[in-house]
C-alpha cells in the first residue's frame, strides 16, 4: 500500500504545490461516496484561476492608474480641475469631501484633485482632523464619520448553518442508494406484512441513516466553528495611531478617515490613505498591481494604498478611505481565494480511503453476486424458480442493502476528515499554547520537524533590554539606575555628554510620548527603547533635544546594512551625521575618537585594541553592543544622497542586557532528546551570540559557531562538511538565513522550522518547511509569510507546537490502525459467511452502527488525544518516514485475525456452545456475533491509544471526549440490542450472553499486549 501511495499521492507537499499535484491526485480519487464532505476542506481550484484572472484585471486596472498619474504630474500645470459639490448630508455631518471623492483621489492618483482640494493640508481640514494630534473623539462624531465614510472591514461570506451540513452529509452515494431500499422494503414490507411488522426493516434503515447523517453534521459543524475563530484570530492586527494627541496602538478594523497611522518597516498600510510625513518610505505594491518594483513615497507622490508592504522607512499617514471603498478591500470582497491547499496526510489518507474503497467495492460485487446466486440456488432444488413473492423481493433487497452497506462500512471516507478533525482540535488548544496556525498543512508537517533555526533576540531572550554597560570617551563604566545619573557622567566632558544625548535621541527608530493616562510611554523596538531609557537615566530630555535641531534625512536600521543613520541641521546651520549599529561595522567607519578630555583625537592603534575588546568582553558576558558615531558634514549634503559610511569619530560602545527567557534551557535539552537539533541564527556579535547559545544549551562542545560573511565565502564542498556542525550562526544576513535553511532541507533532506521577526525574514520563512513569526515583535510582512505564529515570542512555545504536531500524526496514526482493522473485519467476515452459509450475519442497520462506532466517533475519540511528554522521547518521522507503518500493520493484521476467528467460531458453533434451538435461534446468535463484534472495537479502541507501549490506560481519564464516546457507544449498544430489536434485527440477550460478548471483547486487549511483544522493522 505504501509503494502505491507513494506512487500517486505524494507529489502534494506541505507546502508550494504546484497545481498539476493537486489536480493529478483528484483524478485517482474516483470512488468518493460524498465529494461535498470528502473535498470541503482542500483547494477549490476552479475558485482559484477564477480569483487569479479577476486579480489580474484588477492589476492591469491599478497599473494604467499609475501610468496615468505619471503623466497627470507632468501636464498639471495649467490644468483646471472640475468643480467639486460636497453632498448635503456630508455637509451637515460637518466635513466637506465624501467618500467617494476620496477614493477616486488616492486610488486613481490624482495630484490634479489633490491640489484641488488644497493638498493633504486641505484633506485633512475638509475631514476634521489634524495632522499632529489626530482624530478628535468627544461626542458622537466617531459615529458621524462611521455614517458617512463607513468602517474598515470587507464584506465576508456568511456562516453557513447547521442544516447545510446536515444536508451536505445526506449527499453521501450509498446512504441515498440504502435510503431507496429502505423506501421500497417499507413498501414491499406493507403490502405483504402489514402495519407495523411490515415497516421495521425499512425504518430501522431510515432511523440508522438519520442518525449517522446527524452525527456527521454535528461533527462538520463544530469543525467549521472551530476554523471560523481561528480565522478571526489571524485576521487580528494592530497599528500605531495618533488620537487625541496621544499615540495608541489600535485594531486596524477600527480606523476610519482622518486618523493619524504610524507606519515603519514591514508594515501593511492597513487602509488608503496619503503620506503626511516621513523618510525614505518604499512601498512594495505587488499585491495589488503585480509590479515587482517598489514605490518611493514622498510628499510629492503622497498616495498609499490599503493592502500594500512598507518596505523600507517609516512615516506617519492620514486615512482617507476605508473598508469596501479601497481597492484593498473591493479585491479580497470580489476573490474567494479557494481555501487552503490540503496537507499531504489529507492526500495520503485519500489514496488509503481510495485503495480500501475499490478493494470493498469488488468484494461487495462478489458477495451481493454470491448471495444471490445461493438463492436462485435453493429455489431451483426447491422448484420454486419460477413462483416469486414478496418475500423473495425483501430478501433480495436485504442482499442488495448488505453489498451496499459492506461499501458503507469498506471505503474508510472518514480517514481523510479525521486528518482536519483533529488539526481543527489542535489548532484550537495550540491557540490556548500561543501558537496560531495559518496554514492547516503546519501543524502536521510541525511533527516531523529535524531542525529548528531559531533567533537569539526575543525567542530565546526576554526582548526586556537596559543599557548596563558603556564605554563613552574610552572610559567603561558600569550603568545604575537613573538615580545614579551624576555618578555615570562624573568626569565625562559636557560636550561629550552632549554628543551622546544628540546621538540617543535623535538617532532612534523610538519615540518618548505621554499617554492617556499622562504617564511618559517609550515607543520603538526593545534597542530602541533601552537607549531611550539610558539616556532618560542620564537627564536628558527627549522633546528639547529633538527640537534643538532639525532632522535632515533619516536611513532606517535594517538586518543588511546592520545600521540607522540620521542627518541633521544643527541650530549653528551646520550639518551632523549620527550612525549607530553594529560595533565592529561601525567602529570600521570610525578614523576619530572622542577621548577623556572631550576632545576629537585620531583613532590610533592603542585606541582601536581597547575598543575591539571592550566590545569582547562585552560580548562574552552576554550583551547586545552597538557602536555610536558621527561625523560632521563640513562639505554640506543633499537628502537625495546616502549617508556617508565612512569618516565617522566614535562616540562611545553601550551593553545592552537582554536576559535569558526562564524555561528555554529546558526546551533546547528537550528537543535535543526528540532528535531535534536547535541552531541560533542572529544578527549579533559572535561572542554574545556564543555566550547566550552556552547558556542556553545550544553550543556543545564538538559544535561549530560562524559568522555570516566566513559562511558567504565557504565553497560548496566546505557548505557540505560545515552545516552538519553548525550551532550557531552570528552576524549572518537574510540570504545566509535563507543559504543555510535551503542546504539544510534540499541537501541534507531535514524537515527545518524556523523563527523570524522581520520584513527580511520573509523568504526565510517562505523556503523552510514551517515558518514561525513572532507574534510581538514579528512585522506584518513577517507574519504573512510565515506557517504559525508565536504569540508570546517564546522558544518553549516552538516546542509546544512541535509537541502538538507529533500528536496529531500519532493520533492520525491510532484512527487509521484502528479504523482498517473494523474495513478488514466487517469486510471478510460478511464477505466469508456469505459465500459459505449463504447469509450476512451484520445486517445493514448492525453495519450503519459499526461505520458510525469507527468512522465519526472513533475520530472524535482518537483523534483528539492531548498531547504527552512521552512523545519528545521519540526519534522524529522526518521527511522519508512511512505513515502506515510496520507497527501499524502488525497491530492491525493480528487483531484482525483475532475478531475473525472469534466471529467464525461463534458463527459455525455458537448454537451448540449456548445450546440454541428453534425458530429464533438464528436471530439470537446473529444478536451475540453483533454484540461481540461491537465490543471487540469498543476494547480495541482503548488498545489503539497506544501502538508500541502496553499500559494503555495512562491518562484516559484527562480525554473526557475518549471516555464520552466510550460510554455514548456502550450505552447506544445496549438500547439498540434490547429495545431496538424490530428495528436492528436484534433480540435481548441474557445476561450470560451479555457476560460473554464483553469478555470476547475484551480478550482482544490482553492479544494486543501479545501482538505488542512480536518484535518487526521500524
Known sequence: MEKLLDENFVAVKAKHSSEEALQRWRGLVGLVKNPKRRF???????????????????????????????????????????????????????????????????EGRDPKKLKYHGGVAGIADKLCTSTTTGLATDGDSLNRRQEIFGINKFTESQQRSFWVYVWEALQDMTLMILGVCAFVSLIVGLATEGWPKGAHDGLGIVASILLVVFVTAISDYRQSLQFRDLDKEKKKISIQVTRNGYRQKMSIYELLPGDIVHLSIGDQVPADGLFVSGFSVVIDESSLTGESEPVMVTAENPFLLSGTKVQDGSCKMMITTVGMRTQWGKLMATLSEGG?????????????????????????????????????????????????????????????????????????????????????????????????????????????????????????????????????????????????????????????????MQSIFNNTGGEVVVNKEGKREILGSPTETALLEFGLSLG???????????????????STKKRMGVVLQLPNGGLRAHCKGASEIILAACDKVVNSDGEVVPLDEASINHLKVTIDQFASEALRTLCLAYVELEN?????????????????????????RPGVK???????????????????????????????????DGGIAIEGPDFREKSLEELLELIPKIQVMARSSPLDKHTLVKHLRTTFGEVVAVTGDGTNDAPALHEADIGLAMGIAGTEVAKESADVIILDDNFSTIVTVAKWGRSVYV???????????????????????????????????????VNMI?????????????????????????????????????????????QFLVIWFLQSNGKAIFGLDGSGSDLVLNTLIFNSFVFCQVFNEISSREMEKIDVFKGILDNYVFVSVLSATVFFQIIIVEYLGAFANTTPLTLAQWFLSIIIGFLGMPVAVVLKMIPVDT
Open 666 to 700: 529546558e526546551s533546547v535539552a528537550l528537543c535535543r532528546s526528540a532528535g531535534v537539533t536547535v541552531r541560533m541564527v542572529t544578527g549579533d556579535n559572535i561572542n554574545t551570540a556564543k555566550a547566550i547559545a552556552r547558556e542556553c544549551g545550544i553550543l556543545t
Open 636 to 660: 554640506g549634503f543633499s537628502a537625495d544622497n546616502p549617508i556617508p559610511v565612512s569618516g565617522y569619530t566614535c562616540i562611545g560602545i553601550v551593553g545592552i542586557k537582554d536576559p535569558v
Open 811 to 849: 493520533n492520525i496514526q491510532k484512527f487509521v490502525q484502528f479504523q482498517l482493522t473494523v474495513n478488514v473485519v466487517a469486510l471478510i467476515v460478511n464477505f466469508s459467511s456469505a459465500c459459505l452459509t449463504g447469509s450476512a450475519p451484520l445486517t445493514a442497520v448492525q453495519l450503519l452502527w
Open 40 to 106: 470541503r476542506f482542500t483547494a477549490n481550484l476552479p475558485k482559484r484561476s477564477e480569483a487569479a484572472a479577476m486579480r489580474k484585471s484588477n492589476q492591469e486596472k491599478l497599473r494604467v492608474a499609475v501610468l496615468v498619474s505619471k503623466a497627470a504630474i507632468e501636464f498639471l500645470k495649467g490644468v483646471q480641475p472640475s468643480d467639486y459639490v460636497v453632498p448635503q448630508e456630508v455637509k451637515a455631518a460637518g466635513f466637506d469631501i465624501c467618500g467617494d471623492e476620496l477614493g477616486s483621489l488616492v
Open 854 to 898: 469507527m468512522d465519526t466517533l472513533g475520530a472524535l475519540a482518537l483523534a483528539t488525544e492531548p498531547p504527552n511528554d512521552e512523545l519528545m522521547k521519540r526519534q522524529p518521522v522526518g521527511r522519508k518516514g512511512n505513515f502506515i507503518s510496520n507497527v501499524m500493520w502488525r497491530n492491525i493484521l493480528g487483531q484482525s485475525f483475532y
Open 540 to 558: 536628558g530630555d527627549f522633546h528639547t533635544e529633538r527640537n534643538a535641531s532639525e532632522l535632515v534625512k533619516v536611513e532606517p536600521f535594517n
Open 340 to 500: 487552503d491547499d490540503e496537507t499531504p496526510l489529507q492526500v495520503k489518507l485519500n489514496g488509503v480511503a481510495t485503495i480500501i474503497g475499490k478493494i470493498g467495492l469488488f468484494f461487495a460485487i462478489v458477495t451481493f453476486a454470491v448471495l444471490v446466486q445461493k438463492m436462485f440456488s435453493r429455489k431451483l432444488i426447491e422448484g420454486s424458480q419460477w413462483s416469486w413473492c414478496g418475500d423473495d423481493a425483501l430478501e433480495m433487497l436485504e442482499y442488495f442493502a448488505i453489498a451496499v452497506t459492506i461499501v458503507v462500512v469498506a471505503v474508510p471516507e472518514g480517514l481523510p476528515l479525521a486528518v482536519t478533525l483533529s488539526l481543527a482540535f489542535a489548532m484550537k488548544k495550540m491557540m490556548n499554547d500561543k501558537a496560531l496556525v495559518r496554514h492547516l498543512a503546519a501543524c502536521e508537517t510541525m511533527g516531523s520537524a529535524t531542525t529548528i533555526c531559531s533567533d537569539k533576540t526575543g525567542t530565546l531572550t526576554t526582548n526586556h533590554m537596559t543599557v548596563v554597560k558603556a564605554c563613552i570617551c574610552l572610559s567603561i563604566k558600569e550603568v545604575g539606575k537613573s538615580g545614579n545619573a551624576s555618578n555615570f557622567c562624573s568626569g565625562m566632558p559636557d560636550a561629550a555628554v552632549k554628543l551622546l
